[in-house]
């Protein structure tokens, strides 16, 4: 669009080899992600091929140990690797982030035997995993999950559906949440699904304003047979390893955001210095100069933010009400900034010939997805004041 072009991030990474990933990322960005976005996210296009090209880079299983085929990465340059590729495409960012979470469960609570068999093929040999908490009647209740799974000898029977699934009906492997006991939290337990098990089907999936190349679906388990080897940690711990993964991946969802943010803004500034009203470029004028910084500082503050969390993670302390903040922040300033990014465009902004509407119409999801932001509310105060009395 100008002569200006746009500068990458300044990132403050650990060592060498994060500043070699990060080259890395941004080499196949250029290459493989960025070219294509707007013409498939049109067409509602799921790039597989660029999943399977992020596992053969080993790009599918940065925060997991090596010991199992992951790439020993704090979450501190996780997180930025998973910035940089939301800024070029939010299918591409959010899918490795999905794909990160439904690895959680089996790296963090399951048997040595399980990870030795399961994990090598789930972090760097091309399989696509997806997560499965969610149903048609609990979402933000999700101790209310009714998706069943009856024990049967040696193995265990599911039956129900799950809803709003990332990569569902084209996942390798699902970590299943289901009721195996009473009613509440501590009757659930934590499974993983082949994708191809039988009985396992997927519905159409859901038309969505936005992140049409990422499919998002209603799973069905009609009788599906998992063996108990399968079962990952003990009966009835599903739910705190459900909560365990969704804290990590708030983070993911978080950085993700501040890509967006980032990719509404340069498209921005770049419209608005060689946009001409009044005999010279609109940048040149106060409200608009104004209104691109207040943009900018949102970003720096969310980005802050989200990676503060990730230093408490990575040096093993609480990091709940943190990751918390740091969603609900960086998830409302996505919205507001590729609002703004529109304005800022005018007319144009609304047209798909300019990116900057696919930047809002994706922003607004992530304000949803892995707890609402009401719910990161109430995580966040009852951190502060304490529970709420009964």
């Known amino acids: 669009m100008s002569d200006r072009a746009r500068q990458p991030v300044e990132r403050q990474l650990p060592t ?28 509602g296009h799921f790039p597989r091929d660029v999943f399977t090209l ?3 880079s080993g790009l599918l299983g940065l925060p997991y140990g090596s010991d199992f085929g992951g790439g020993d990465q704090p979450y501190e340059v996780y997180l930025q690797v998973l910035e940089e590729l939301a800024a070029a495409r939010l299918t591409v960012g959010l899918g490795v982030s999905v794909h990160s979470l439904s690895c959680h469960a089996l790296a963090s609570y399951g048997t040595k035997e399980q990870r030795s068999e399961h994990l090598p093929a789930m972090l760097g040999g091309g399989l696509l995993g997806a997560y499965c908490l969610s149903e048609p009647s609990s979402g933000s209740d999700a101790a209310s999950l009714r998706t069943r799974a009856v024990r049967d000898g040696d193995d265990w029977v599911i039956t129900g559906t799950k809803a709003w699934i990332t990569h569902g009906g084209v996942a390798d492997f699902y ?9 509440g939290a501590r009757g659930i337990t934590a ?14 999936p859901e038309k969505k304003m936005g992140m049409k190349g990422s499919p ?65 470029p609109i940048a040149d004028f106060q409200g608009l100069r104004f209104m691109l910084a207040d943009m900018a500082t949102q970003i720096e503050a969310g980005r ?56 809002m119409r994706e922003a607004k999801v992530l304000q949803i997805v892995e707890g609402t932001n009401q719910i990161q509310r109430m995580v966040i105060s009852r951190q502060v004041v304490g529970p709420e009395s009964r």
Request: hydrophobic share 45%; proline share 2%; glycine share 8%.
């Open 216 to 280: 998002t679906a209603q799973l069905h388990f009609d009788g599906v047979r998992v063996p108990d080897a399968r079962r990952i940690g003990d009966e009835g711990q599903g739910f705190a390893i459900a909560l365990s993964a969704l804290d990590s991946g708030r983070l993911g969802i978080a950085a993700c955001a501040i890509g967006v943010a980032q990719a509404a803004l340069d498209e921005a500034v770049e419209y608005a210095t060689q946009r001409r009203q009044f005999g010279r």
């Open 175 to 183: 970590t299943v949440l289901a009721r195996t006991g009473d009613e």
């Open 304 to 359: 802050s933010l989200y990676l503060a969390a990730a230093r408490l993670r990575d040096a093993g302390r609480p990091f709940v009400r943190e990751a918390a903040m740091a969603k609900l922040f960086c998830t409302d300033a996505a919205m507001k900034v590729t609002t703004d990014a529109v304005q800022v465009l005018g007319g144009y902004g609304y047209t798909a010939d300019f990116a900057v509407e696919r930047y």
């Open 54 to 56: 992020l596992s053969e």
């Open 16 to 43: 060498e080899e994060s500043r070699d990933l990060i080259a890395l990322v941004r080499d196949i960005v250029q290459r493989e992600i960025a070219p294509r976005a707007a013409e498939e996210e049109d067409a």
């Open 191 to 204: 499974f993983l699904v082949p994708g191809d098990a039988e009985g396992l089907s997927a519905a159409a």
